[in-house]
């Protein structure tokens, strides 16, 4: 029977467990790839476009069914045979991309964007590569930061995919070389729940456990751009070593602060954007700082103190722009994985800057925002990504918005 537009295909109700083959299509946010079975739509883990697979349904709610790909009966191109043992259907969650190659990877993260832009932002024209970062370009032993949680053996792993079961793995390739030297996974935790390892710069490890501090110091050293922080294990530092030196150009060349400008960096961790736009608007120039976290705080304060023109500010973004009364020529806005949401969108486009660069790790929080930009008044003008998180669904992309009267190519 073929179905006409507008006639929805009959569902007959699928189940944990059942299995089928289905023709694996486009890929959606968060790891998944559509599939259409029963007339249900699939979010099937394990997959590529293009790719004939049998799958296994593992999550049926009233809102998504959730499959996993057990067996390729046709592959793709882009397959290959993951480096590690435990990325698989029924093994550890945290890599969603083993199984594709580097390049590939990149092309579907970029679709990803792009969709959510055009879904969420009402932009569907948006031309946006995903780009590697200075690393050795296998994807693997980036992770300075790995958090294991500690089975009822005493056992640290890593979680199985949406679930609070520990997959007692024997190391993670993605950690870096400093956290795989420790050998967490073979050492006993009896009584705790969570192992954290956090490496800096210097190749040093700290080891957290339930939230003390085990092992190591309790601020690790970062350098970016030949300036250095003393980091708290407690504060906000991105994990791929490359990641915070990447987004620092690219937050630079989308705002281009200028000598005597006045700059906001809200959610600004320990100041690394305010650091930079610091040396950019000079010493007749202002950065306001906005972070909520103490212990971000103390290490900005530690770090920034010889730049006199940034004024760190220990608060929640929305009540310090609800209070601030000046016009920025500029602002940095890197929220966490939410987004900004609408009363920060609107708080900042009130106070009209010349352009925000918005720093996002989640595609569709960005477009969200971006909408409201939009509503507010401000247009997406340039917006680039990385790849931050090799092996994952996860990307990073760096933002300008513009107010809707300048003229810029992407609109
Ligand atoms: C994605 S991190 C960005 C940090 C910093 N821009 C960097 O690149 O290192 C987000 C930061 O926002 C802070 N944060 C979360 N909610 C906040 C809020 N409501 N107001 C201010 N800061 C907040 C977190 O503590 C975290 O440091």
């Not at 699939?42 to 590529?48: D, E, K, N, Y």
């Not at 049998?54 to 191109?77: F, N």
């Not at 456990?209 to 530092?237: E, I, P």
Request: glycine share 10%.
């Amino acid at each position: 029977m073929t179905i006409g537009a507008g006639v929805r295909p009959v569902k007959t109700p699928v189940h944990v467990g059942d299995r089928a083959i289905v023709d694996i299509g486009t890929i959606a946010h968060g790891g998944h790839f559509i599939a259409h079975l029963s007339g249900h739509t699939v979010f099937v883990r394990h997959a590529l476009p293009g790719e004939r697979a049998r799958i296994v349904i593992t999550d049926v709610s009233s809102k998504i069914v959730r499959a996993d790909a057990i067996e390729i009966l046709e592959a793709s191109p882009d397959r290959v045979a993951p480096p590690c043992a435990w990325a698989r259907p029924d093994g550890c969650g945290g890599c969603d991309f083993q199984h594709v190659e580097r390049s590939a990877q990149l092309v579907l993260k970029g679709q990803v964007v792009r969709d959510a832009l055009a879904r969420h932002a009402g932009l569907p024209e948006i031309d946006v590569q995903v780009e590697a970062l200075n690393d050795d370009g296998s994807g693997l032993h980036w992770r300075t930061r790995v958090r294991w949680t500690v089975n009822g053996d005493g056992r640290p792993g890593l979680l199985a995919y949406r679930t609070h079961d520990v997959v007692p793995v024997d190391k993670c390739l993605l950690a870096s070389p400093g956290i795989v030297e420790l050998g967490i996974p073979q050492t006993r935790h009896t009584g705790t729940t969570e192992v954290s390892t956090i490496e800096g710069d210097e190749g040093r490890v700290s080891v957290v456990v339930d939230g003390r501090l085990a092992s190591g110091k309790q601020r690790t050293d970062q350098r970016v751009r030949g300036r250095d922080w003393r980091v708290d294990v407690a504060s906000f530092w991105q994990v791929h070593p490359r990641a915070a030196d990447t987004l620092v150009s690219a937050v630079l060349e989308a705002g281009r602060p200028a000598p005597g400008e006045h700059w906001w960096d809200l959610y600004s961790g320990v100041g690394v954007f305010s650091a930079f736009l610091a040396e950019e608007v000079g010493v007749t120039g202002v950065v306001h700082a906005v972070e909520s976290g103490s212990s971000a705080v103390r290490d900005a304060r530690r770090s920034l103190h010889d730049l006199g023109q940034v004024t760190l500010h220990h608060d929640n973004a929305l009540r310090w722009l609800r209070a601030a009364d000046e016009r920025p020529d500029g602002v940095v806005l890197d929220p966490p994985r939410a987004g900004a949401g609408r009363d920060v969108v609107q708080a900042i486009a009130g106070a009209g800057p010349r352009v925000v660069v918005y720093v996002a790790c989640d595609p569709v929080a960005l477009a969200r925002d971006v909408a409201l930009f939009a509503s507010a008044g401000y247009r997406l003008a340039e917006l680039r990504a990385f790849d931050t998180f090799p092996m994952t669904h996860h990307v990073e992309t760096v933002g300008a918005l513009i107010p809707v009267t300048l003229a810029h190519p992407i609109s």
